[in-house]
């Protein structure tokens, strides 16, 4: 069996599409395609399709992975050109490379995030960002299916920082339709992925408790990357290299 890795995106009004859509929408891509997917064993069979880590609804993202299993070989990139012409515009596939290590999941230690908070100066955000990195905690709560949540949202924040206007793509989308004359900050985070996972919108919520910062208007929040986190740099790499950069071993080699 043949396993490719895919990356692909959710960008404009597709990242309001939902882990569940997307699974529906790849599978047809898969049938459009004809791709020839391996099944799993058993009574009901399905195609061997494994998600990594899915951003939340109503969030972009140019980061989101998968790998399938292959009953026959396939080229990776004409394979990546079939599913990406499979899939409505905003839902493309970028990326394809042939599963050759293990652990993808594992890889994925860190996410890269951008939130465009529209109507706030960046001199005050660049304030906020300063509060909430100098607190040693900044617990806030969640609603789950078990009642409220209380948990610390700091110590999975790495790297915290309001930056210039982004070039990224599904971003500025997201803002063509604003009003430009009015202030806007950009913060770029770096949030480990740690148990329970802190999203982006438990950042804006430390944000508030820690430096009483509320946006008018909800942030847009982008995924810009995510994989193994560098320590030394806070950096977050590609979860694919070690794939491309692996060396089949010749057969009877020592």
Not at 20 to 47: I, K, N
Not at 76 to 96: F, M, Q, T, Y
Not at 197 to 216: F, Q, Y
Request: glycine content about 6%; aromatic content about 6%.
């Amino acid at each position: 069996m043949q396993r490719i890795r895919l990356r692909y995106t959710k960008r404009g009004r597709l990242r309001f599409t939902s882990h569940r859509d997307f699974q529906r929408a790849f599978e047809r891509a898969l049938r459009r395609a004809e791709v020839p997917m391996a099944y799993s064993a058993g009574f009901t069979p399905h195609p061997k399709v494994s998600y990594a880590n899915a951003a939340p609804t109503g969030v972009g993202s140019e980061a989101e992975y998968l790998e399938i299993g292959l009953a026959q070989f396939r080229d990776p990139e004409l394979l990546r050109a079939l599913l990406d012409e499979s899939l409505p515009a905003g839902l493309d596939v970028i990326e394809a490379v042939e599963a050759r290590t293990s652990g993808l999941v594992d890889r994925l230690e860190a996410s890269v995030w951008q939130l465009r908070l529209d109507g706030v100066e960046p001199a005050q955000a660049r304030r906020a960002v300063a509060a909430f990195l100098a607190a040693e905690t900044v617990e806030v709560q969640r609603s789950t299916k078990n009642g409220i949540r209380t948990f610390d949202c700091r110590a999975a924040v790495t790297r915290f920082e309001v930056v210039e206007e982004s070039g990224d793509p599904d971003t500025a989308q997201q803002g063509a339709d604003r009003p430009q004359d009015r202030a806007c900050a950009i913060l770029r985070l770096v949030v480990r992925h740690l148990t329970p996972a802190v999203r982006p919108d438990d950042v804006l919520s430390g944000l508030h408790a820690t430096a009483d910062l509320a946006p008018p208007v909800p942030a847009a929040v982008t995924r810009l990357a995510q994989g193994p986190l560098d320590e030394d740099t806070g950096t977050v790499t590609d979860p694919l290299a070690p794939d491309r950069d692996a060396v089949a071993v010749p057969a009877g080699s020592a």
